[in-house]
């Protein structure tokens, strides 16, 4: 069995390269440099960054930047970075297609920003970020429910 590519602090990680979305692509291909796990950085730096991100393209990427917020945080502020994460990674999930997994995330992660609507901290737009969410699993929802219906190829026979 080959080695398994280890960080620095012995966990496992994939080293294949990623695309904006990050889906793994062959080994040896350019991809999209990945995003640094476990980086310390203030609510309005890790807000900054990952907005950057998103306005890039790169939904998966801010994720792992809520992601580190999300770790890194005690209650009450972790509940909010997870939602906050959630929706990026429901982001992403309807960027490349997966309408299920865009309509689970996106769902969980409004109703996880859901305690921070009355008080938003940080200047987040809990409120817009729900209605933005739950309008894109909306619209993929209805994506799935109006899926062309298989044809006929041949015609039956009236009688």
């Given at each position: 069995?080959?080695d398994?590519d280890?960080?620095d602090?012995?966990?496992?990680?994939?080293?294949?390269?990623?695309?904006?979305?990050g889906?793994?692509?062959?080994y040896?291909?350019?991809?999209?440099e990945?995003q640094p796990?476990?980086?310390?950085?203030?609510?309005?730096?890790?807000?900054?960054?990952?907005?950057?991100l998103?306005d890039?393209?790169?939904?998966?990427?801010?994720?792992?930047?809520?992601e580190?917020?999300?770790?890194?945080?005690?209650?009450?502020?972790?509940?909010?970075w997870?939602?906050?994460?959630?929706?990026?990674?429901?982001?992403?999930?309807?960027?490349?297609?997966?309408?299920?997994?865009?309509?689970?995330?996106?769902?969980?992660?409004?109703?996880n920003i859901?305690?921070?609507?009355?008080d938003?901290?940080?200047?987040i737009?809990?409120?817009?970020?729900q209605?933005?969410?739950?309008?894109l699993?909306?619209?993929?929802k209805?994506?799935?429910r109006?899926?062309?219906?298989?044809?006929?190829?041949?015609?039956?026979?009236a009688g």
């Amino acid at each position: 069995m080959a080695d398994r590519d280890r960080d620095d602090s012995g966990r496992a990680r994939n080293a294949r390269p990623r695309d904006g979305l990050g889906r793994p692509l062959p080994y040896g291909s350019a991809g999209v440099e990945r995003q640094p796990e476990g980086v310390p950085r203030t609510p309005d730096e890790t807000l900054v960054e990952a907005q950057r991100l998103l306005d890039d393209g790169k939904p998966f990427h801010a994720h792992e930047v809520f992601e580190d917020a999300w770790k890194a945080s005690d209650e009450p502020a972790r509940g909010l970075w997870r939602g906050l994460a959630q929706l990026a990674v429901g982001l992403t999930h309807a960027l490349r297609g997966n309408v299920n997994g865009a309509v689970s995330l996106l769902d969980r992660g409004a109703l996880n920003i859901e305690p921070y609507r009355v008080d938003p901290p940080y200047g987040i737009d809990v409120a817009g970020l729900q209605t933005w969410a739950r309008a894109l699993a909306d619209e993929a929802k209805v994506r799935v429910r109006t899926e062309p219906s298989v044809p006929r190829l041949v015609s039956v026979p009236a009688g």
